[in-house]
Nanobody
Framework: QVQLVESGGGLVQPGGSLRLSCAAS??????MAWYRQAPGKQREVVAV???????NYADSVKGRFTISRDNAKNTVYLQMNSLKPEDTAVYYC???????????WGQGIQVNVSS
């Protein structure tokens, strides 16, 4: 029932910036997150934000990426700065409430950082 519609993504040069958005249907979720998956690699969590604005980041993106949310729009964002080639992946958003993550994902947004 949850709909997650992602937008953004594209091709940028190393050092460039990109902003991803994920609009969720209906409810406010206690947790919203961004994951990514590169070819041949396991999907990994990139950043998580609570409904109260508490954030956590993967070590690989700390200081470069910022996750935020607009609860009025039920939308989560990922501002990606100082992009590196290793950031190249398909990015997915995910949501959850207290006690569980929902088995729903955004459709996936390709981010390519050229070298």
């Amino acid at each position: 029932q949850v709909q997650l519609v992602e937008s953004g993504g594209g091709l940028v040069q190393p050092g460039g910036s990109l902003r991803l958005s994920c609009a969720a249907s209906g409810n406010i979720f206690s947790l919203m997150a961004w994951y990514r998956q590169a070819p041949g690699k396991q999907r990994e969590v990139v950043a998580v934000i609570t409904s109260g604005g508490i954030t956590n980041y993967a070590d690989s993106v700390k200081g470069r990426f910022t996750i935020s949310r607009d609860n009025a729009k039920n939308t989560v964002y990922l501002q990606m700065n100082s992009l590196k080639p290793e950031d190249t992946a398909v990015y997915y958003c995910r949501v959850g409430n207290t006690g569980r993550w929902y088995d729903y994902w955004g459709q996936g947004i390709q981010v390519n950082v050229s070298s």
